[in-house]
């Protein structure tokens, strides 16, 4: 398995921006992926970003397209989520995670991605 550290969360106001980071460790064969999840209170966890490690192709969903790019640095095993524009709505516990996806074009789901981080806290008011 992977090992995920995120960092980067932080409190701001509307309008801000702020850039989480993940930096993976370990045995990353066995995935060709790396996503960001969020969850707030009471929600389930939605993919928001993903961007193929092995060959080419990010995805964004459309809550946060135009607001939020991800970009990775292969040399340092880290992948990049740069929020800007931050809405009260994106407030939530953001995970970076680790997987296979055949297609990233089409989006991400959790049951794609076998490899967590613990998650990085994003308050926006």
């Known amino acids: 398995h992977v090992q995920l550290v995120e960092s980067g969360g932080g409190s701001v106001q509307a309008g801000g921006s702020l850039r989480l980071t993940c930096v993976a460790s370990?045995?990353?064969?066995?995935?060709?992926?790396m996503g960001w999840f969020r969850q707030s209170p009471g929600k389930g966890r939605e993919g928001v970003a993903v961007?193929?490690?092995?060959?080419?192709?990010?995805y964004l969903a459309d809550s946060v397209k135009g607001r939020f790019t991800i970009s990775q640095d292969s040399a340092k095993n880290t992948v990049y989520l740069q929020m800007n524009n931050l809405r009260p709505e994106d407030t939530a516990m953001y995970y970076c995670?680790?997987?296979?996806?055949?297609?990233?074009?089409?989006?991400?789901?959790?049951?794609?991605?076998?490899?967590w981080g613990q998650g990085t806290q994003v308050t926006v008011s």
């Open positions: 995670a680790a997987g296979s996806v055949a297609h990233v074009e089409y989006g991400l789901a959790e049951r794609d991605f076998d490899s």
């Open positions: 370990g045995s990353t064969y066995g995935s060709n992926c």
């Open positions: 961007i193929k490690t092995r060959g080419s192709g990010t």
